[in-house]
């Protein structure tokens, strides 16, 4: 019955859009990029720079200015509703870059206007894994968390798994469907144990 589960989920993953339902046919026969071979399409940011998401709850504080400051959570367009401002765009910025934005903005009304942004709570990261794991579906982990602790969420392989046919499913202006191997995700280091997941990838087991 839990094998049942399993491939009626990923049968169901199929019905979605052309390019992930792609990746229900045969590996051999669906493009694919290897991990090895992958380039993100932006540079990942430096260590220590977290990079501001959807759902993030952001506390803004101006200076000497508590009618201006605001504890605010992005909304799913990416932006945050300000006092005096309205929406600004905030996903995708660090917490300094969106200060210093926020800063250039409020110059209409303030001087030397001073702010600081602090992530007071980050968004977790869900990520669909499915396939021939033990536990498919939704799986919120860590941020910064990668495919082999997405897989440890969902319970593990199974017996019947292909430990050459996991795949990482990532949408984008350029969807991609990137392909790896367990025996290099176990690995301390490369670019398979080295991938960051995001929030909306979907892993697939085949």
């Not at 495919?147 to 593990?156: E, I, K, M, P, S």
Request: net charge neutral; with cysteine; proline share 8%.
């Amino acid at each position: 019955m839990k094998r049942l589960t399993s491939s009626l989920a990923l049968r169901v993953l199929c019905l979605g859009p052309a390019w992930l339902g792609s990746a229900c046919a045969p590996s051999d026969r669906t493009p694919f990029v290897w991990v090895e071979k992958y380039q993100e399409p932006q540079p990942p940011p430096q260590s220590g720079d977290y990079v501001i998401g959807v759902g993030d709850a952001l506390a803004i504080q101006v200076w000497e200015q508590e009618k201006m400051s605001a504890r605010v959570r992005v909304r799913t367009d990416g932006q945050v509703s300000m006092p005096f401002l309205n929406d600004v765009p905030a996903a995708g910025m660090t917490p300094v870059a969106l200060a210093q934005d926020l800063e250039r903005r409020l110059r209409s009304f303030i001087v030397t206007p001073q702010v600081t942004v602090a992530v007071d709570e980050s968004r977790p990261l869900s990520v669909s894994v499915l396939g021939e794991v033990g536990e498919p579906g939704l799986h919120n982990l860590d941020p910064g968390a990668g495919v082999a602790q997405a897989l440890a969420a969902a319970g593990g392989l199974r017996d019947y798994a292909h430990k050459d046919r996991i795949f990482v499913l990532r949408s984008g202006d350029k969807p991609v469907r990137i392909r790896m191997t367990y025996q290099s995700l176990t690995a301390a280091e490369g670019p398979a144990a080295g991938l960051r997941l995001r929030t909306g990838d979907v892993v697939v087991v085949e």
